[in-house]
């Protein structure tokens, strides 16, 4: 199948239908609510504009939801909102006029669905096959303009990418940015964030990313790539045939953590000018075996892991690798075995035996006595991992080929972006790993995504199309998102926090308190979230944000002043993230102490930006 992305808008008025005060259908929805779909034709070819057209049980809403996926692999390409006229609990009709604009034939599934307004569930869906051709300009509807999108397979730049180019285009990927950043400043954990997706055709089945000696077929895959945003830095992924793999070319170098690294093992990765690896998870003969000795000389580390009365002690030496240096195979009758996708040649020397293979860049040779046998000389060589991480298997730690029922079951472009957002994590182990397990598009009620905080009165009863979105590490978070506003639906997650409550608007957290709530007024701020502990005497608020001038998040925990903790000065990790406490205002006797943490995109300059634009509430 061609590798195409349809890009297409539905054509719709700006004109949203109000709820009508009507009274509630007195008949049983899911026994009498009917939904059918009169044009286009089941099994349709179509090259310009078309309608969709049809008749359906008119809800107390007046609007369905119109929703076009690939018919190849699922990926959602548009959602909106479909207007319904007639009268409430009778038959109604609608019809849309849609335009688009693909580069080959190009089958779709256009579904019209009516969601159960308490819970959301489908209570009436009707669907047809179509397929699209590629045609001349589409045609203009009078007094409507036609926003398109033109799919290119051009591949994507290195380094990172400007606000103004991040590929939002994809309400998907947009909506799960939002959720992301909202997860990010609640738990001040950096996570990586999917920036980019773009389609791609690759050459052969290694995704045109080859390891040494590694045997790829020459058959064509279709996947994307994706760009990774982390701690400020940019990571390309090529993500198809059920696994992602780092262009290494093409992303920043990977910055692993430093904390709890023998400076020796630093020094020697330093003089060695590639990435150390070491064993992990030692056993069988080589259990508890001890690193006893570490040296280097003109760019060549060798570990020594030997223990007194052990004779199973062994010996790696690592090197950086050459860029086109080949690696001996293993012929016919030579003794061998799997390191990862690669047949090392074991070489008998003596007493000894040693094979060599490659990770990434560092040529590893393992050398262990003659008498261990080879499955626990094949444990042994699969189960190293980058200097500073507890995760063995890492023979290609680039890469990850092993995902989740829930992972494969997301909607793309999600389910690239979620593939090489895993293979990240699992390189640079952060102490939380996010993922996102769910996403599922939903017609809310109304403009608060049906979750209104206690007190908040300005919730407009207008269908507001969005996404339900999960994501899960040792705990579970579900949030609505539609267009700029993401809200955390507590009641439907797990958390550990168990006494904060979740605020509509800064007004209502300023009743719970008895300091003063202040806010950034920056324009480039989105507020996410507001959650607070209420008391009148040491009570608590939390702002979170998400900064659409750096594509970082951040979060204000706000006391009044006098409570710990005291003033602080900025503090920098080494992943860049900040820390830092003041005082608004300056002096006075009305000061609330905000304790600030952001993520690396905000850098130095955003913060100073951030702070500043307290001034404009003094």
Known sequence: MQNTKLALRAIL???????????????NAQNTFTIQIQEPADGATISGAFHVRGTATVPNEKQLALI????????????????????????????????FNVAGDTPIVIQVVYYAPKDGSIMAAAQVHVTLQKAGAPTLVQGQSIPTIVP?????????????????????????????????????????IAIAVQARTFNDSCLELHHPNEQCSADPVDGNVVKISY?????????????????????APVKHKQEGIPKLLSDAAAAMGATLYLPQSLSGPFQGLPLGHVGWDSGVVTLTYSLDGNPTSFTVVEKALVPGTPLNAAGAGVASIAVGSYKAPIQLLGAQQSITWAIEGTLVTLTIPATVSAADL????????????TQPGQTNPLDRSDFDKLTMALPEPIRSAEMARQAFLGLVNPLRKGHVIALQSRIFTDTCLQLARSGELNCDPTSTPGYVIGIADTELYRYHVAGNAVRLYRGNSELVDKLSVDYGSLALAQAAVNFRVVAPTDANLILTGVQGVPSKTA????????????????????????NVPAVQPAIADDLGTVSAAFAFPDTGPNQTLITLWASPELGAGGITRVKQSFAAQQ
């Open 378 to 389: 094949t444990a042994l060589a699969n189960g190293f991992a980058v200097l500073g991480s």
């Open 68 to 99: 076009i996926t690939s018919a190849g692999n699922g990926a959602v390409l548009a959602t909106q909102a479909l207007p319904v006229s007639g009268d409430v609990g009778a038959q109604g009709a609608f019809d849309l006029t849609i335009n």
């Open 539 to 562: 009570g608590s608020i939390t702002l979170f944000y998400h900064d659409r001038a750096s594509g970082g998040s951040f979060s204000l925990l706000e006391t009044r002043a006098g």
């Open 13 to 27: 008025s700006t004109l949203f239908i109000a709820l009508s005060a009507v009274s509630v259908l007195s008949v």
């Open 231 to 251: 701690a400020g830095l940019v990571f390309t992924y090529h993500v198809g045939n059920n696994q992602a793999r780092m262009n290494a070319a093409a992303s």
């Open 152 to 192: 290119t397979n051009a591949p994507l730049a290195a380094g990172p990418l400007p606000t103004s180019t991040l590929m939002a285009t994809d309400s998907t990927l947009a909506a799960v940015q939002l959720a992301l950043g909202d997860y990010e400043a609640r738990t001040q954990i950096v996570t990586p």
